[in-house]
């Protein structure tokens, strides 16, 4: 993997900023819950809690995928394996590129995997709310990284494909610091960013890009197994 995959996720975390905003934006606006006008510094160290336990739990997330990846790879010991992992990597940034660009929403349909995991999750995480605390907010932050997400299982998938547990962690990083903006900058700002990410022509470019960096990586992967 190289710095063009971590990009691609920052930018699918980034363009993909209105659908986690719609998914944890809830409990983003429920950390200022009893903060006082004078008091932002504690809201600011709430917010960072919550977001440094998110991102926390999706790199996890992503080394416990890219690490099952290499195991698989390891125990075949086939070859061609990696080449097939590399093309559904390819695969699934191609089908993100074009849900960045809205062409295509499917990738919200998988979110119904993780649903018997949430279930157990969510309860636990009610007790934390209100949050007074940055280790309230961290420790929410560590289980709502496990939230079913189209858009995290798909990257999980595409972590799976790379065969390498840091290869995995860096690719989750990437979304997870893609996704911040939007949730740190709530309210007046985010809604501005919001309306510029909406913007068709920049969903677009970036979906473009994010197909190409995909497309050459596939042409990568075959034209190294050529010369083997």
């Not at 790199?59 to 698989?72: D, I, K, R, S």
């Not at 999750?121 to 940055?134: A, C, D, K, N, T």
């Not at 547990?165 to 997870?176: Q, S």
Request: aromatic share 10%; with cysteine.
């Amino acid at each position: 993997m190289d710095d063009s995959s971590f990009f691609a996720a920052f930018l699918v975390g980034l363009l993909g900023g209105v659908h986690c905003v719609g998914m944890c934006g809830g409990i983003v606006a429920a950390l200022s819950l009893g903060v006082h006008e004078r008091m932002r510094n504690r809201l600011i160290a709430l917010q960072a809690g919550y977001n440094l336990g998110r991102v926390t739990s999706y790199t996890v997330a992503g080394a416990l995928a890219g690490g099952l990846g290499a195991l698989t790879l390891g125990l075949t010991g086939i070859h061609e394996l990696r080449l097939g992992l590399q093309v559904i990597a390819s695969l699934v940034m191609i089908l993100l590129g074009f849900y960045i660009a809205n062409w295509w929403t499917g990738v919200a349909r998988i979110e119904k995997l993780g649903v018997h995991l949430w279930r157990h999750l969510e309860p636990i995480s009610r007790r934390l709310i209100p949050v007074s605390s940055f280790r309230q907010a961290l420790l929410l932050g560590l289980i709502w990284g496990w939230l079913p997400c189209g858009l995290i299982y798909s990257i999980l998938i595409w972590a799976l494909a790379s065969g390498s547990v840091y290869h995995g962690a860096v690719l989750m990083l990437g979304f997870g610091l893609g996704t911040l903006p939007n949730l740190v900058l709530m309210g007046v700002f985010a809604a501005r960013l919001g309306q510029l990410l909406k913007t068709p022509w920049l969903r677009q470019s970036a979906g473009s890009i994010v197909i190409l960096l995909a497309l050459w990586q596939l042409y990568q992967a075959f034209r190294l197994q050529a010369m083997s």
